[in-house]
């Protein structure tokens, strides 16, 4: 397997970045790891946050230990915690699909760079 496919296939099913360090191209993978780390942490957070907060109704009494109640409870948060996270899943998105693609732009560069070294040169 080519190494551009390599680089490309770690960032796009590890994490972004990824294909950047096997490619040792260490300044973008950095970059994007902590970018996408950070949008990362900011929909765990929400989520954890807003599960904490529907714990706490649960156990106070406010909502009633009844399914039906809890879920509607549930998707009215999570209608809530859709609209603020959307810009952090698009930036996670938009840093996968960067690592992929340019981790593949930068392999296949480092392959022709590769193949140039070592063609024959002709007199």
């Known amino acids: 397997m080519k190494r551009s496919a390599k680089a490309a296939l770690l960032s796009g099913l590890a994490f972004p970045g990824l294909g950047h360090f096997y490619l040792k191209r260490y300044t973008t993978g950095v ?6 780390t950070i949008a990362t942490y900011y929909l765990i957070a929400n989520a954890v946050h807003v599960a904490f907060a529907i714990s706490d109704k649960i156990a106070t009494g406010s909502v009633p ?10 998707m009215q948060q999570s209608q809530q915690v859709a609209s603020s996270s959307s810009l952090a899943t698009y930036v996670l998105g938009a840093a996968w699909l960067i690592g992929i693609l340019d981790s593949y732009r930068v392999g296949v560069a480092l392959e022709r760079n590769q193949s140039a070294r070592l063609a024959p040169k002709l007199p």
């Open 31 to 36: 970059v994007l790891m902590v970018i996408a």
């Open 65 to 74: 230990l009844d399914t039906n109640a809890i879920s509607n409870l549930v």
